[in-house]
């Protein structure tokens, strides 16, 4: 199965909403905790995610498991700076993120991105994926880390200009 996401809004809530509505996921929007529960007839494990603040947002996957290989693009809207990191603790598959004609595969670990670039997140039949991502759009930046972060959008044309960075092995 393959799902492409091109978000709209730079709300964590309202993208990771269109990616339960794909793949019909229960979703329980009542409190400011989200919990969205893959459905049987695709697999088990659930995402989590709130966003934490204005402008910054916690995602926690929990033993995501598909029942076939899912293969999920991600085209982040060059319009919406954000820095993305993410902690791997088992991915039962591949991440692929591409900028600037440059492509980076990961399989473990952690990675940094930011702004412009395309993910394509591969999950394999049956594979165990628990990962925790931190989202930092340019709105939390400017108002609490501008004087340590160089705002997003003062690099050229509010696109990555080659951010990205990756921790092959925790511990």
Request: charged share 20%.
């Amino acid at each position: 199965m393959k799902i492409t996401i091109n978000p709209v809004s730079d709300r964590l809530t309202d993208i990771l909403r269109e990616f339960g509505k794909i793949m019909n996921f229960s979703n329980e929007n009542d409190s400011e905790d989200k919990l969205i529960q893959l459905s049987e007839a695709y697999g088990s494990g659930s995402v989590w995610y709130r966003e934490v603040i204005n402008g910054m947002g916690l995602v926690i996957v929990k033993n995501l498991k598909f029942n076939s290989t899912v293969e999920i693009t991600y085209n982040a809207n060059e319009n919406l700076p954000v820095y993305i990191i993410t902690f791997i603790k088992n991915l039962g598959g591949q991440f692929t993120v591409s900028y600037e004609n440059k492509s980076h595969t990961i399989t473990q670990g952690a990675y940094i991105i930011c702004s412009h670039y395309k993910e394509i997140d591969t999950f394999l039949p049956n594979k165990p994926t628990d990962y925790v991502s931190i989202i930092i759009f340019s709105e939390y930046i400017e108002k609490y880390l501008k004087s340590y972060i160089k705002p997003l959008s003062e690099h050229e044309n509010h696109k990555n200009s080659g951010h990205f960075n990756q921790i092959k092995t925790l511990t």
